[in-house]
C-alpha cells in the first residue's frame, strides 16, 4: 500500500474545495515528585509495579488526597494560555472498563475544568501570528500501562503510571493546517517546559496529543465527520499523521463516499492511519462528582501568588530580547528557544554590556560545545561571568575571536574554574598591540612581494587579506589584526 501522505499527487484544485478542520487533545504529565491522589512516586522508568500503594490500586475503603501541586501547575498553564482560572471545582468520575485502570473509573474534571477558555499564540508560515483558542484545561489521573509482548497471548499491566497527574489542553477547531498543528504543539511543548510543568518528552509519552481531523467544503457553515488519530510519539508524526488524513479524507469525499467517525491509529514506519475502532456518537462515561474528594476552592490569595511566581514566557523574553538587548528577531528566536539558554544569555549579560557578542557565542561556539557533548544547557560547564570576561578579552583587544573560539575556548571548557585571561597568558595567546613590533612584519611582508603590492595599487583592494595572512603567520597570530590592517593600508598606500 502506497502512502497517501508521500504522494502529493493531489490536485491543488481539488484539495482548495475544502476547509481543513483540526482540533488537538493534549495530555501534559505534571512534574510532580507523587501522584495526584497518593504519595506514590511518579518516576520514570522504574520497575514495573514498584510506584503503588492500596491507593493506587484502589483497594477497598482507600481515600484520595488532592496533591496541592497538581493544582499550581494547572492554574500556571491556564494564566500562560489567558484562560480563566474557576474558583470552584469539583472533581467527577469518569466511568469505563479497562483492565489498566484499577478503579474501574478516572478521577477527571468534567462540568468544572480549572481552566476555561484562553488562546495560544501561534506564528504562521507566513509570520503573522495567531490565536488558536481553547476550549478547556481540567486536571485528571493517568491510567496503567498495558504490555502486549510479541508472541504472548497474555497482556501484562503495569500499574506505576496509574493516578500519575495529567493536564488535558482541548482547543477548539481552529487549526487550519498540519503546519499550524506543528506550531502549536512546540508552543504548548515549550510553555510547560518554561513554566517546569512538563519535561514535555512526547517519546517518553510525558506529553501526548490525539488530533481530531475533518473536512468541510469551503464556505460551509457545518463541519464534516471528525476523526481522532491516536498514537503519535513526535510532533513531527502528528504532523504526518494529519497530512496523511487531509488526502484520505478528501479522496473519499471525492468518490462520495462518507466519512466514517471512527478512532485511528498512526504507524510511523509507513505514514499510514489505520482504524482502530468506529466511534460512538456519544460516548456515555455516566460522570458524576467524586463523593471522596472535597470541593475545591481556588483562593484571591493563592491565586496572587501563582501570578507573583510566573516566569517570563517565551514571546515575552522575545520582545525583551528585541527591544533592551537589540538582537535581531532571529538570534531573539534561537535564544529563546529554551529556557536555560534564554537564562544564561540574561546572565552573561549581566556582566557585559556586548550584548551581540553574547549573542553570537551562545549561538556559535557553545551551541557548538553542547551538541557534541550530548549536554544540556544547564550542564554548560563555563559560567555566565566566565564567558563575559572572555568577551571582554576580545573587546579589549587582548586576543582574536579566532583565537577566543578556537584555542581559549576549549581549554576554558575543560577547565571551567580559571579566568581566561590566566589561560590565555599560559598559552602566550595575548595578542601584540605594539606598533614597534608589528610595523617590521608589515614592512618584511611588502617587501617580499611587489607584484601583490602592484596589483593592489591597481585596485585589487581585495589582496589586503593575503597580507593580513602573511602578518598574522609571522606573527604567530598574535598581532593585533586591527592595529596590523591599519599599518598595512597606511604602508600599501605609501608605496
Not at 178 to 203: F, H, K, P, W
Not at 212 to 239: D, H, P, W, Y
Not at 241 to 250: F, G, H, L, S
Not at 487 to 495: A, F, I, P, R, T
Request: charged share 25%; aromatic share 8%; hydrophobic share 35%.
Amino acid at each position: 500500500m502506497v502512502s497517501l501522505a508521500n504522494t502529493h499527487n493531489m490536485d491543488k484544485s481539488v484539495r482548495d474545495k475544502y476547509t481543513v478542520v483540526i482540533g488537538l487533545e493534549v495530555h501534559a504529565q505534571l512534574l510532580t515528585k507523587s501522584k495526584i491522589f497518593s504519595s506514590d512516586a511518579t518516576e520514570y522508568g522504574s520497575p514495573p509495579n514498584t510506584n503503588i500503594s492500596v491507593i493506587s490500586l484502589a483497594h477497598p475503603g482507600t481515600l484520595p488526597k488532592l496533591n496541592k501541586r497538581v493544582v499550581e501547575y494547572a492554574i500556571k498553564i491556564g494564566l500562560a494560555c489567558h484562560s480563566e482560572i474557576s474558583r470552584f471545582q469539583i472533581f467527577d468520575r469518569k466511568n469505563y472498563f479497562y483492565p489498566d485502570l484499577p478503579k474501574g473509573y478516572q478521577i477527571t474534571q468534567d462540568r468544572t475544568p480549572i481552566c476555561k477558555g484562553g488562546y495560544i499564540i501561534i506564528n504562521t508560515k507566513d509570520g503573522t501570528e495567531r490565536n488558536i483558542g481553547l476550549h478547556r484545561i481540567h486536571m485528571e489521573e493517568d491510567a496503567g500501562k498495558s504490555i502486549h509482548l510479541a508472541g504472548e497471548t497474555d497482556t501484562l499491566i503495569d500499574f506505576n503510571r496509574a493516578g500519575v497527574p495529567l493536564i488535558e489542553i482541548v482547543t477548539n477547531p481552529d487549526v487550519r493546517s498540519s503546519d499550524e498543528a506543528y506550531a502549536l504543539l512546540t508552543e504548548i511543548r515549550q510553555l510547560v517546559r518554561y513554566l517546569d510543568i512538563c519535561d514535555g518528552n512526547m517519546e517518553e509519552g510525558s506529553l501526548r496529543c490525539d488530533a481530531n481531523i475533518s473536512m468541510m467544503l469551503r464556505g460551509a457553515t457545518e463541519f464534516g465527520k471528525k476523526v481522532e488519530v491516536k498514537n503519535m510519539n513526535s510532533i513531527r508524526n502528528v504532523q504526518r499523521a494529519i497530512d496523511y488524513e487531509i488526502e484520505r479524507q478528501i479522496m473519499q469525499l471525492e468518490r462520495d463516499e462518507s466519512i466514517v467517525s471512527e478512532t485511528r491509529t498512526f504507524n510511523a514506519a509507513d505514514g499510514n492511519t489505520y482504524s482502530m475502532r468506529v466511534k460512538e456518537e456519544l460516548n456515555d462515561y455516566r460522570y458524576f462528582p467524586d463523593p471522596d474528594l472535597s470541593p475545591l476552592e481556588i483562593s484571591d490569595k493563592w491565586l496572587i501568588e501563582i501570578k507573583s511566581s510566573m516566569p517570563l514566557l517565551p514571546r515575552e523574553l522575545h520582545h525583551k530580547f528585541v527591544t533592551t538587548y537589540h538582537l535581531s528577531e532571529y538570534d531573539a528566536q534561537v535564544l529563546t528557544d529554551s529556557k536555560e539558554t534564554a537564562q544564561y544569555f540574561e546572565e552573561v549579560c549581566r556582566h557585559s554590556t556586548n550584548f551581540k557578542a553574547a549573542s553570537n557565542w551562545i549561538m556559535g561556539p557553545v551551541k557548538s560545545y553542547v551538541n557534541e557533548h550530548k549536554v544540556e544547557m544547564n550542564q554548560f560547564p563555563v559560567t555566565a561571568v566566565r564567558l563575559a570576561e572572555l568577551i571582554a578579552l576580545i573587546d579589549g583587544g587582548k586576543v582574536s575571536f579566532a583565537v577566543a573560539s578556537q584555542k581559549l575556548f576549549p581549554v576554558l571548557a575543560t577547565f571551567p574554574g580559571r579566568s581566561p585571561l590566566e589561560i590565555a597568558q599560559e598559552l602566550n595567546l595575548i595578542q601584540d598591540s605594539s606598533m614597534d613590533s608589528i610595523l617590521p612584519i608589515v614592512e618584511e611582508v611588502i617587501r617580499e612581494f611587489p607584484l601583490k603590492v602592484e596589483a593592489y595599487k591597481n585596485g585589487k583592494k581585495g589582496i589586503i587579506s593575503m597580507f593580513m595572512g602573511e602578518v598574522m603567520k609571522r606573527s604567530k597570530g598574535k598581532a593585533d589584526p586591527k592595529m596590523a590592517t591599519q599599518l598595512l593600508e597606511n604602508k600599501l598606500s605609501e608605496q
